[in-house]
């Protein structure tokens, strides 16, 4: 059995390192230190990952810092069918992984900070309006995409679909009827009872 321990409280992107250890099944421990916790900037979290930041996990004595970095490695590592069945597929599964953290992750979470989360008089209306513009083509090409395919990548869900998943979570927040086959793939796999778990961790009533 594998030794894992996952560092960063749950309400944070260490979700979806939860939902993806769950997915495979693997029992794990968890350190749910927050982000704002003055520990993180020095030992022992800074021997583990340097840059002060959760998540990050330690894996059979490998720490690993990045939640898509860590997901496509826990892919790799335990052999499922969420991982790349080929070199073809593996090339895709990151070309999807990082297409959502470059073109979709900054703005949507933009759009999210200053509609619901900010103090109401810290957000900025007209900086929620230019970051929810600036998804609407990306998020455009990824309905198109699936529009041929059920999932991203080898017709099946794999780390591809959580990832982009994953970065996509503010989206279930956003009415999207121009956009049904991103919109139905998201709710599919936020509906997957690993995701479920992830989402209830993080203190979502779902």
Known sequence: MASIKLYGVAASRSFRNIWMLKELGLAF?????AFNDPALKAPPYTDV????????????????FE???INLYLAEKFGSSVAGANVEERGQISQWTLWGATSVETDL???AYHTMFLPEAERKPEVAKQSLENIKKPLAILDGELAKREYLVGNRFTVADLNV??????ALGLDMPDKPHFKAWLAKC????????????????V
């Open 29 to 33: 421990d968890h350190d749910p230190i």
């Open 49 to 64: 990952n340097p840059n002060g930041r959760i998540p990050f996990i330690v894996v059979d004595g490998m720490p690993l």
């Open 67 to 69: 939640s898509l970095a």
């Open 109 to 111: 979470g933009n759009w």
């Open 165 to 170: 998943a994953a970065v996509c979570y503010r």
């Open 190 to 205: 936020w509906a997957r009872p690993a995701a479920l778990e992830a989402r209830r961790a993080r203190g979502d009533k």
